[in-house]
């Protein structure tokens, strides 16, 4: 998968992760949406970090 598909998915998912607290439960779960909008964003870094590994590997 290419890097910025990848991202771009993750970005799609913690918008729907904060529109789904917003409109379904009234911000009540903020604290939990907050939770797994973290966890991605550290997903996201690593999937950044290890492609630009390989990538820089590959090139060498």
Same mark, same amino acid.
């Given at each position: 998968?290419?890097? =910025?598909?990848? +991202? *771009?998915? *993750?970005i799609v998912?913690?918008h729907l #992760? ?5 409109? *379904?439960?009234n911000g009540?779960?903020?604290?939990? @949406? ?5 966890? +991605?964003? #550290? !997903? !996201?870094? @690593?999937?950044?970090? +290890? ?6 590997? =590959?090139? =060498?």
């Amino acid at each position: 998968m290419k890097t =910025s598909t990848g +991202l *771009l998915i *993750l970005i799609v998912v913690m918008h729907l #992760i904060t529109l789904t607290n917003i409109t *379904l439960f009234n911000g009540e779960w903020n604290g939990i @949406a907050l939770w797994l909008n973290t966890g +991605l964003f #550290i !997903a !996201a870094i @690593a999937f950044y970090s +290890l492609s630009k590994t390989k990538n820089k590997k =590959s090139v =060498s």
